[in-house]
C-alpha cells in the first residue's frame, strides 16, 4: 500500500483551476519529485495535501490509508506528514534551538521536556547545525542555514514523510551540492520524501519517481529520465532539448 | 561566518535554553527588582506618593499582560481594558450585590475575565491584524453597553459607589496611609510577572511566538492555530481581570471610563514605550510613564502633549522601546569594557 495516495484532487481560486483532477501515488521510502514550469499547480498541490493553509476543494488524500483532506494542517502534521516552505521560513525571534525544539515537541505530543530536547539537539546535529548556533536567534542565520534549520525542525518532529518545497531555490552550486547529500542521508532515514523544484539536475538526482504538473494538471508520470525525454514536457516545461540532453 | 558542520555529525548532551538567560540568573534580578519596590514605601513618605505607586502596579499588570497577548501573540486584542473592566464590574457586583467576600470575589473577577477572554476569542480564532482589531474593540463596546443597560444592578453612567474594599485581619486598610494597599498591589504585580515570565518561557510561550513569527509553518509544525490563541488570550486575562477587581476594591467605585479609549491609550502607550516582547518593557514603562505625568503635573494641559513627544521620540529613536534602548546601552557598555 502506497503511503501517500493522492486522488482526483482539484483546488481553484475562482475561475482559475490551480490544482486540476491531480492523482498519483507515493511508496513509502522513496524519493518522489515534482517538477513544473511557474505556476503549474506545484505549491498549491503541496499546500492541499498538508492543509497549509487549506485544503483541496474535492478529491481525496490518503496518508498511511487514512482520508487527511479535512483534517487541520495541524492534525495533518501530528499524524507524521511534515513540510518545507519555498521561502526560507524560520521563528526568527526564537533560538536555533528552540526552533528545533517545537518541531520535536508539537507534531510529536509523546514528547516533551527531555526528550524533546535530546530530539531537537540530534535533528540540529544531523543537519549538520554547530552546537555553538544553538543559542542565535534564527533570524539572524543565513539563507543557507534557514533551509537547513527548516529541515531540522521537520526531522525533529520524527515525521514519516517529508515534503519538500523548492530545497535548492536562492542557494549556491556548493550549498545545492550539500542539500542534495543532506536529502539522501534524511531519506537514508527511512523518511519518504516528496520533493518540488526547479533544478532539474536536482530533480532527477534524486528522485525514483517524477511527475510534471502543467497548468494544474499531470503532464507525465514516470520514471524521471523517460519523463523528461517526452516531447509534450519538453515543449511545456524545459523549452529545449539540451537540458534533457 | 557559517555555522554548518559538513564533518560527520555529534550529538552532544542539550543544554535547556541555549542563548536564554537562565532561569536563576532571571529570578535573582526579580528578586532585586522587588526588593527595591519592596523598599520604596521608605523613600516615598507621603500616602499620595504611594497611591502613585499603587496606579504603577496595577497599570503594568494590566500592561504586561496585554504584552502577552500583543506583544508574544501579535494578537491584536484591543479587547484587552475590556477584560480589565470585567474585573472591575464583577468584584463590585459580587462584592455589593452578592455579597461574596472581598478576596474570593478578587479571584473570581480573575476566572469571569478569563471566561470572557475565552467568548472574545472564538470569533477571531481565524481572523487576521485589522478584522481581530475590529471584532475586539467591538467586544469592548458590547461590554460596555450592556453594562449601561444594566443600570438597575450596574448603575449606568452612575456606576456604583462604596464597594467592599479587601481586608487583612484588623488592619485598618482605611487609615493606614495606603500601606496595606501598596503591598497588595506590589503582591499582585509581583504574582503576576511571575505567571506571565513562567507561560512565556515555557513551551507553550514558545509555541505562541512561533504563530506570531510564522502562522502558516508553526501550524506545519504541529502547533493548533485555535488551541494557543485561545490560551494566549485567557492567560493574559486572568491577572488583568484580578487588577480590575483591585482597582475597584482600591477606589471603592466603579464607572465605565475604565472602557473608554483614554484608558486604553495609556496603557498601550505602556506596552509599546516599554518594547513589545519583554513582559518587563510594560512594567518599567508603567513605572516611567506614571511618575514622569505626575512629576509634570504644574505644566497642566501641556503635559500630555510632553508625555506624547517623549514616546514618539523614544520610539524614533529605539523602535525596541525602553527595553531595546537598555540592550543598546548594555551592549555599548560591555564592548567599551571589552
Known amino acids: ?245 | 561566518m557559517s555555522v554548518i558542520e559538513t564533518s560527520a555529525p555529534t550529538v552532544s548532551a542539550p543544554p535547556r535554553a541555549p542563548g536564554r538567560t537562565p532561569w536563576m540568573t532571571e529570578l535573582a534580578g526579580a528578586l532585586v527588582g522587588l526588593l527595591v519596590l519592596a523598599l520604596l514605601p521608605l523613600v516615598v513618605g507621603d500616602a499620595y506618593g504611594r497611591h502613585v505607586l499603587i496606579m504603577v502596579f496595577i497599570y503594568a499588570v494590566v500592561a504586561s499582560n496585554w504584552d502577552l497577548s500583543l506583544g508574544y501573540g501579535g494578537v491584536f486584542n484591543f479587547g484587552h481594558l475590556a477584560l480589565f473592566g470585567i474585573g472591575v464590574y464583577a468584584y463590585s457586583l459580587l462584592t455589593k450585590l452578592a455579597m461574596i467576600d472581598p478576596w474570593v470575589a478578587l479571584v473570581a473577577s480573575g476566572v469571569i475575565a478569563v471566561v470572557a477572554a475565552v467568548v472574545v476569542t472564538i470569533p477571531i480564532l481565524r481572523l487576521k491584524g485589522i478584522y481581530i482589531i475590529l471584532v475586539t474593540f467591538g467586544f469592548a463596546q458590547l461590554v460596555m453597553q450592556v453594562i449601561l443597560s444594566q443600570s438597575d444592578y450596574t448603575g449606568g453612567t452612575q456606576g456604583i459607589v462604596r464597594i467592599p474594599g479587601l481586608y487583612w485581619f484588623d488592619h485598618n486598610m482605611v487609615r493606614d496611609a495606603k500601606f496595606a494597599y501598596f503591598y497588595i498591589a506590589l503582591a499582585m504585580l509581583a504574582l503576576s510577572t511571575l505567571f506571565l515570565r513562567v507561560f512565556v518561557r515555557s513551551r507553550t510561550g514558545k509555541s505562541v511566538v512561533a504563530l506570531r513569527d510564522n502562522e502558516e509553518y508553526a501550524v506545519s509544525r504541529g502547533v493548533s492555530l485555535v488551541r494557543q490563541r485561545m490560551i494566549t488570550l485567557a492567560a493574559s486575562a486572568f491577572f488583568t481581570g484580578i487588577a480590575g477587581a483591585f482597582y475597584a476594591a482600591y477606589q471603592r467605585n466603579a464607572s465605565v471610563e475604565v472602557f473608554g479609549m483614554s484608558l486604553a491609550t495609556i496603557v498601550l502607550s505602556m506596552v509599546l514605550l516599554g518594547g513589545t516582547g519583554t513582559i518587563y518593557g510594560a512594567i518599567i514603562a508603567s513605572f516611567v510613564l506614571t511618575v514622569f505625568a505626575e512629576s509634570m503635573a504644574d505644566f497642566g494641559a501641556w503635559r500630555p502633549m510632553i508625555t506624547a513627544v517623549l514616546i514618539i521620540v523614544v520610539m524614533l529613536v529605539y523602535p525596541g522601546g525602553i527595553v531595546g534602548m537598555l540592550k543598546a546601552l548594555w551592549g555599548l557598555a560591555t564592548r567599551r569594557r571589552a
Open chain 1, 1 to 245: 500500500m502506497a503511503l501517500l495516495e493522492v486522488e482526483n484532487v482539484a483546488k481553484a481560486f475562482g475561475s482559475l483551476k490551480a490544482v486540476d483532477g491531480v492523482s498519483f501515488k507515493v511508496e513509502a521510502g522513496e524519493i518522489f519529485g515534482i517538477a513544473g514550469p511557474n505556476g503549474s499547480g506545484k505549491s498549491t498541490l503541496f499546500n492541499t495535501i498538508t492543509g497549509i493553509p487549506f485544503g483541496p476543494d474535492s478529491g481525496k488524500v490518503r496518508f498511511d490509508g487514512n482520508e487527511i483532506q479535512g483534517l487541520a494542517g495541524h492534525a495533518i502534521a501530528r499524524r507524521g506528514l511534515a513540510r518545507t516552505f519555498q521561502r526560507e521560513t524560520c521563528f526568527d525571534q526564537l533560538t536555533v534551538f528552540e526552533n528545533a525544539e517545537i518541531g520535536a515537541t508539537y507534531a510529536n505530543e509523546a514528547r516533551s521536556g527531555a526528550k524533546a530536547r535530546d530530539a531537537a539537539a540530534e535533528a540540529l546535529a544531523f543537519v549538520g547545525l554547530a552546537a555553538p548556533s544553538w543559542g542565535r536567534r534564527a533570524g539572524e542565520l543565513s539563507v543557507f542555514e534557514r533551509k537547513i534549520l527548516m529541515l531540522a525542525t521537520a526531522i525533529a518532529s520524527d515525521p514519516r514523510m517529508l515534503l519538500l518545497d523548492e530545497p535548492a531555490s536562492s542557494l549556491t552550486k556548493p550549498e545545492i551540492e550539500l542539500s542534495v547529500e543532506l536529502i539522501r542521508r534524511i531519506a537514508a532515514r527511512g523518511i519518504t520524501i516528496l520533493l518540488i523544484e526547479h533544478v532539474l539536475t536536482f530533480l532527477m538526482s534524486l528522485s525514483q519517481h517524477l511527475l510534471v504538473l502543467n497548468q494544474g494538471r499531470v503532464l507525465a508520470l514516470g520514471n524521471p529520465r523517460e519523463v523528461i525525454a517526452e516531447p509534450r514536457v519538453v515543449e511545456a516545461y524545459l523549452g529545449t532539448r539540451r537540458v534533457a540532453a
